[in-house]
């Protein structure tokens, strides 16, 4: 047996090509230790650039933060922080941390109460969006259950109060960026800086080429508007890509196309692979939110291939909205409120849409001639 493993570790130094006893010459020049305390200086030197505004009043409902700025390379990363007590001590308790780490591309929000932090949230609506040397604009809306954050006009997370919460602030402040400024204001709607929503088209049938003037690029997580809902007898067509390690996503029809204030939803279409992504199907949830959530209807019904290209349709039916994905229904709600209400639509998740219209639905699954 030891001659075994002696011929094997031979084999393995041979195809590797790798000498006993030396160190390739880059290993030996690159000095770890000193790349290491780089680092640290450069977080402590991105706690000493900060800029702290002081609230002349309290946060409430509807107060919105602009916070503008631009990354530098010798600063790895910035922050932005919601407190009360002492600003310049680093002591005091801080109630929304929104900390950008730029080397590890994603954001960490967390809350800090005598001096322990509490658990870190990285999840978000959208990709990373922030790079070195690009200037960007950060909006926070204070609601009253969360703070909503936007860059550069397009929602990017939200955060769930926690003790002590933001209207017991008393600055605001931003660290690690060394042009920074703050502006702090109310608003009626956020994000205040996004642009104009996309308008559904329509379409003769579902078959139909789409037109010229339709959009040629659909965001994820995207908010579009239906200038006339969903008429009557008319579906509307979602064609788009599934993310290969899908999780989870949403379709909903509201009454505005706009994260806040929220939006009723008529219907809420939610697909749930999560842990139970090995099944054959995955869970469908319907629901609808008036100022709360309803009585929810759950099937597991959809069989999706994650990855892959998947047509959903949602028809306006006689009482209530029906479900399809790839022509096999996967769920009905009942109306409960009148359709004739929905004037956007709304995506979150796992589903990245090609192409959105209306066109007249038949009698499902049977398409136009």
């Not at 020049?29 to 009043?57: G, H, I, N, P």
């Not at 809902?229 to 949403?250: D, K, M, T, W, Y």
Request: charged share 25%; net charge negative.
């Amino acid at each position: 047996m030891p001659s075994e493993v002696s011929c094997c570790m031979n084999c393995m130094k041979m195809d590797l090509d790798v000498q006993e006893g030396t160190i390739p010459r880059d290993f030996i020049e690159y000095d770890f230790a000193e790349d290491a305390l780089d680092f640290e200086t450069q977080l402590a030197e991105a706690r000493d650039v900060k800029f702290t505004q002081v609230l002349s009043e309290p946060l409430s409902l509807g107060s919105h933060i602009v916070c503008t700025g631009t990354p530098s390379d010798d600063l790895p990363w910035f922050a932005v922080n919601i407190g009360m007590g002492d600003p310049d001590s680093g002591r005091g308790d801080i109630a929304v941390h929104f900390n950008v780490r730029l080397p590890q591309w994603y954001v960490v929000r967390n809350t800090r109460r005598h001096d322990k932090w509490g658990t870190e949230e990285t999840t978000a609506f959208r990709l990373f969006p922030f790079k070195m040397d690009r200037p960007f604009t950060i909006e926070v809306l204070v609601d009253e259950k969360q703070t909503l954050w936007a860059v550069d006009g397009e929602h990017y997370c939200s955060y769930a109060h926690r003790q002590p919460n933001p209207f017991a602030a008393t600055w605001v402040q931003v660290a690690g960026v060394r042009n920074a400024t703050l502006n702090i204001n109310k608003t009626d709607i956020y994000p205040v800086m996004a642009p104009p929503p996309i308008e559904v088209p329509l379409r003769a049938f579902i078959d139909a080429i789409p037109e010229s003037s339709e959009p040629i690029y659909w965001r994820p997580n995207a908010l579009a508007t239906l200038s006339n809902g969903v008429p009557e007898g008319h579906q509307l067509v979602i064609h788009g890509r599934l993310r290969p390690l899908l999780h989870s996503f949403a379709i909903e029809l509201t009454d505005g196309a706009r994260e806040w204030p929220a939006p009723n939803v008529h219907l809420h279409v939610n697909v749930r692979a999560q842990i139970d992504s090995q099944l054959e199907r995955q869970l469908v949830v319907l629901n609808a939110w008036y100022g709360a959530w309803g009585p929810e209807r759950r099937q597991r019904t959809a069989r999706l291939v994650p990855g892959t290209q998947t047509t959903f349709r949602i028809i306006r039916a006689a009482g209530e909205w029906a479900v399809y994905a790839d022509d096999s229904m996967i769920g009905e709600l009942d109306y409960r409120a009148s359709p004739d209400g929905v004037t956007a639509l709304r995506f979150r998740g796992d589903l990245y849409p090609e192409q959105v219209f209306l066109c007249p639905a038949t009698n499902s699954p049977v398409r136009e001639e």
